[in-house]
């Protein structure tokens, strides 16, 4: 199986911040990694698929990089809305697909 | 509107069964693959399932292989899991998930879930 794991665990950062999420995977997943965001209590959100496409209506403050093995979400200007838990999520191996454990962004 | 809508949580003990239903509309159901979620009460997302809409092929997570199954009716656009030989680490939220067509092969559509807790 292919792990991801997610650094930090947990970030506390100020509006207005440009903060970087990471997500390392265990072996080369090309570009087949996914971004969602989860909102306390509400369904994951598409944000970035491909590495680093950019799901239509997010917006372009949010951007991913990376390829192989490490990967990126920078949010270039925190704004408040944005204050929520982060996973990234494999698909190199669809249909049998694995998410990081979550980066929870929590306002300073 | 593109939904995909849930139902069927519940409290249910350990040992025994139930079924989950995740109702799509708004989309042409039967050219997308549906794929079910969990999330633990405190925890992080785990992939449970998955199934092409044609529903010749049908996938599962090693922790729920043998007790879970995976189906679908086009009829009535919606994807069922039933859910057998429940355990405590079953709670959880449930969610339904589309494949989009050009995400290459991200969620792109999430129900808003459906809880299950089970407990003696």
Known sequence: DIQLTQSPSFLSASVGDRVTLTCRASQNISTYLVWYQQGPGRAPTLLIYDASKLQGGVPSRFSGSGSGTEFTLTISSLQPEDFATYYCHQVNSYPLITFGGGTKLEMK | ?120
């Open chain 2, 1 to 120: 509107q593109v939904h995909l809508v849930e139902s069927g949580g519940g409290v249910v003990q350990p040992g025994r069964s139930l079924t989950l239903s995740c109702a799509a509309s708004g989309f042409t159901f039967n050219t997308y693959a549906i794929h079910w979620v969990r999330q633990a009460p405190g925890k992080g997302l785990e992939w449970v399932s998955g199934i092409w809409s044609h529903g010749t092929n049908k996938y599962y997570a090693e922790s729920v292989r043998g007790r879970f199954t995976i189906s679908g009716d086009n009829s009535k656009n919606t994807v069922y899991l039933q859910m057998n030989s429940l355990r405590v680490e079953d709670t959880a939220v449930y969610y339904c998930a589309r494949v989009g067509l050009r995400t290459v092969w991200a969620f792109d559509v999430w129900g808003q879930g459906t809880m299950v807790t089970v407990s003696s």
